[in-house]
């Protein structure tokens, strides 16, 4: 049986007061970093359980906006792992936020939809978007990512550097390397451009690690509204590809636009046979 690591509540007031006026201003959306987040020993058991690319059925994503691995729900946990993630959706952990960030009735996801365990290797990229901006299956409205990076010894060469952009996407505001217990907590909009969009450098015997945990309201201020919408892809300048999805992807469900591009192909194939 591990021994348990539990947040304490007086600890993180104290943080979230230290902090609430640097995430409420920071640019280019509002987001804090924190290092040195957790107790080294308590990370060093996650690195332990973590499973490596080939070890055990991950989701892969080998796209032109996604080269990745990532776990579905918690069956890819380990034992401390699952322990330490139920901390991060606890009622310490949901208050610590909500002191933070100042966004009231904050509730986590049991699911993991889209979080939990990432992992990228060599050569993997994510471009920069923003991300999905509603849950189905509970029905409520993303508000937060927190990002936890788990890579020891992480150098600057490696790349994979998080990236959080202005709304014009004219450039990267911050660069943020994914080292070892540095905590990211950052708004979800529909304009928090973030990403890491240049492969990987880093040996092929490395990886970047992290625990990726969502976090939601029932409603949202009015001037966050907009319609449900999958991940929105953004153009880096003097990319190509991305942006000109965008305004299509916000306004109509992902199963809508997968059948209007099966209606074109079968339109386009007719009237090849036609001719």
């Known amino acids: 049986m591990f021994e348990p690591y539990y947040f304490s509540s007086d600890s993180l007031s104290a943080l979230a007061a230290s902090h609430r006026e640097r995430f409420r201003t920071a640019e280019p959306f509002p987001h804090v970093v924190l290092d040195d987040f957790l107790p080294e020993g308590v990370l060093d058991r996650v690195v332990a359980e973590f499973p490596d690319p080939g070890e055990v059925p ?9 080269k990745k691995l990532a776990s579905e729900g918690d069956e890819l946990f380990g034992e401390f792992t699952r322990h330490l993630m139920a901390q991060f959706n606890s009622s310490a952990f949901l208050r610590f936020l909500e002191e933070l960030t100042d966004i009231d009735g904050l509730v986590p996801d049991p699911y993991f939809e889209g979080g939990g365990l990432h992992q990228i290797e060599h050569g993997g990229f994510l471009k920069v978007h923003a991300d999905f901006n509603w849950h189905k299956r509970l029905r409520l409205d993303r508000r937060l990512n927190a990002i936890l990076y788990l890579n020891r010894d992480w150098e600057e060469s490696y790349g994979g550097a998080l990236e959080l ?8 505001v911050k660069n943020l390397l994914p080292a070892f217990n540095r905590f990211v907590v950052f708004a979800t909009t529909d304009f928090a451009y973030h990403g890491h969009p240049e492969p990987l450098t880093c040996p092929p015997d490395r990886t970047r690690r992290s625990l990726a945990l969502y976090y939601y309201t029932n409603g949202r201020p009015a001037e966050e ?7 929105l892809y953004q153009r880096r300048p003097g990319e ?30 007719a009237s090849r046979v036609d001719r």
Do not use: I
């Not at 509204?225 to 991940?231: D, E, I, P, Q, V």
């Not at 942006?243 to 194939?269: F, G, I, K, W, Y």
């Open 58 to 66: 991950w989701n892969q994503f080998d796209r032109a906006t996604s």
């Open 165 to 172: 952009w202005d709304r014009n996407m004219t450039h990267a």
């Open 225 to 231: 509204r907009s319609s449900a919408h999958s991940t």
């Open 240 to 269: 190509r590809g991305g942006r000109t999805r965008r305004a299509v992807e916000r306004m109509t469900p992902p199963v809508l636009l997968d059948a209007a591009r099966h209606a074109r192909r079968r339109a386009r194939s």
